[in-house]
């Protein structure tokens, strides 16, 4: 199998305490039936709590949040029990994994890590001037394909490739950049740039009609919602949106810096979905939606404060990944919200 990733996987490391908006607060954790089997047979004190904790239903095991919407195993050093009591091999594949996620096709196997770990975004923000990805392969045989989809596989990854390339270019704007990324989508789909672009629904939307699509979506935590109440009255307001001109100017630097890297990120992690989806369109427009958002996010922390950096940066992917990513069916509805014709 042919294993892919980018090289700042092998760099990253937990940082557990020290972390700023820990991974262990806000969402239940998910357990694997192999851990919780373990768990149940662990004795004494530390036995007793763990089982008083696992939940069971119909899709499986889980580690329901206190009243403070943290993992019950989360101490107030904010570090985690199980870790300190059975040590790292016992921690549940959830945990083990995060912030890494796999994907694996017929004989390949893309592995990406979450801009939703702030750890990962300093790194990838702030240690990362171009994002480089690493080849192996090892003997284990992946699923059997089909030759069309085996080709289709080879497409998609070679106008992947090319579209990271495009937003690694250090000479044009990051809006310069999305448009040739369209338009070499375009090309691949036997278009002509400018007439796909014109049918393309989601290049047309306002920021509020885009805000109301956040905001129709399952939420995690009440900081979303309140940022996308804050968001949803700046887009309503024509004095506040005529700033935008203003703010891209002033930041062009940053703004060229930052969203063509989240563009690569958001590309490498999803134009592979387009085997499943069976419509890169879908991946395409997921992409501009997250990316119109994030600059958004930008935007009104600038208005908000009056100044941004890249701390603001890393808050802004964080948060939107915490909350859109992690969660399929909201993944799904802004792939596809508006593209009903296309399912």
Same mark, same amino acid.
């Given at each position: 199998?042919?294993?892919?990733?980018?090289?700042?996987?092998?760099?990253?490391?937990?940082?557990?305490?020290?972390?700023?908006?820990?991974?262990?607060? +806000?969402?239940?954790?998910?357990?694997?039936?192999?851990? @919780?089997?373990?768990?149940?047979?662990?004795?004494?004190?530390? +036995?007793?709590?763990?089982?008083?904790?696992?939940?069971?239903?119909?899709?499986?095991?889980?580690?329901?949040?206190?009243k403070?919407?943290?993992?019950?195993?989360?101490?107030?050093?904010?570090?985690?029990?199980?870790?300190t009591?059975?040590?790292?091999?016992?921690?549940?594949?959830?945990?083990?994994?995060?912030?890494?996620?796999?994907?694996?096709? +017929?004989?390949y196997?893309?592995?990406?890590?979450?801009?939703?770990?702030?750890?990962?975004?300093?790194?990838?923000?702030?240690?990362?001037?171009?994002?480089?990805?690493?080849? @192996?392969e090892?003997?284990?045989?992946?699923?059997?394909?089909?030759?069309?989809?085996?080709?289709?596989?080879v497409?998609?990854?070679?106008?992947?490739?090319?579209c990271?390339?495009l937003?690694?270019?250090?000479?044009?704007?990051?809006?310069?950049?999305?448009?040739d990324?369209?338009?070499?989508?375009?090309?691949?789909?036997?278009?002509?740039?400018?007439?796909?672009?014109?049918?393309?629904?989601?290049?047309?939307?306002?920021?509020?009609?885009?805000?109301?699509?956040?905001?129709?979506?399952?939420?995690?935590?009440?900081?979303?919602?309140?940022?996308?109440?804050?968001?949803?009255?700046?887009?309503?307001?024509?004095?506040?949106?005529?700033?935008?001109?203003?703010?891209?100017?002033l930041?062009?630097?940053?703004?060229?810096?930052?969203l063509?890297?989240?563009?690569?990120?958001?590309?490498?992690?999803?134009?592979?979905?387009?085997?499943?989806?069976?419509?890169?369109?879908?991946?395409?427009?997921?992409?501009?939606? @997250?990316?119109?958002?994030?600059?958004?996010?930008?935007?009104?922390e600038?208005?908000?404060? +009056?100044?941004?950096?890249?701390?603001?940066?890393?808050?802004?992917?964080?948060?939107?990944?915490?909350?859109?990513?992690?969660?399929?069916?909201?993944?799904?509805?802004?792939?596809?919200?508006?593209n009903?014709?296309?399912?």
């Amino acid at each position: 199998m042919i294993l892919e990733y980018p090289e700042y996987y092998e760099r990253f490391r937990c940082i557990g305490g020290d972390c700023p908006d820990t991974c262990c607060a +806000g969402w239940e954790v998910d357990v694997d039936r192999e851990s @919780s089997q373990y768990y149940k047979s662990v004795d004494g004190e530390f +036995g007793k709590r763990l089982k008083e904790h696992i939940c069971e239903d119909g899709e499986g095991c889980y580690f329901p949040l206190t009243k403070d919407k943290r993992c019950p195993f989360l101490n107030k050093a904010n570090l985690c029990d199980i870790y300190t009591n059975l040590g790292e091999e016992s921690l549940c594949q959830t945990c083990t994994e995060y912030p890494r996620y796999f994907m694996d096709i +017929g004989n390949y196997e893309q592995t990406d890590m979450s801009l939703s770990c702030m750890e990962l975004g300093r790194i990838f923000y702030t240690e990362t001037p171009v994002i480089e990805y690493v080849r @192996s392969e090892n003997p284990v045989e992946g699923e059997t394909l089909t030759e069309d989809d085996r080709d289709t596989l080879v497409e998609i990854l070679s106008l992947r490739n090319k579209c990271i390339s495009l937003l690694q270019d250090t000479v044009h704007s990051f809006n310069d950049k999305f448009r040739d990324v369209r338009a070499l989508v375009s090309y691949a789909e036997g278009e002509d740039p400018v007439e796909k672009d014109e049918s393309r629904g989601f290049l047309k939307e306002s920021c509020k009609d885009l805000i109301l699509l956040y905001e129709s979506l399952d939420s995690i935590n009440e900081k979303w919602s309140e940022k996308l109440s804050y968001y949803k009255e700046l887009s309503e307001s024509p004095s506040e949106l005529d700033r935008i001109p203003e703010f891209t100017s002033l930041y062009s630097e940053k703004l060229d810096e930052w969203l063509p890297k989240t563009g690569v990120y958001f590309v490498f992690r999803y134009f592979i979905d387009t085997i499943t989806d069976g419509d890169i369109e879908y991946e395409l427009c997921f992409i501009h939606r @997250s990316l119109k958002l994030i600059f958004f996010m930008l935007f009104a922390e600038w208005v908000n404060k +009056g100044n941004i950096d890249v701390s603001d940066m890393i808050y802004a992917a964080h948060l939107y990944s915490k909350e859109v990513e992690h969660d399929d069916d909201n993944v799904d509805r802004i792939k596809k919200s508006g593209n009903e014709d296309r399912i």
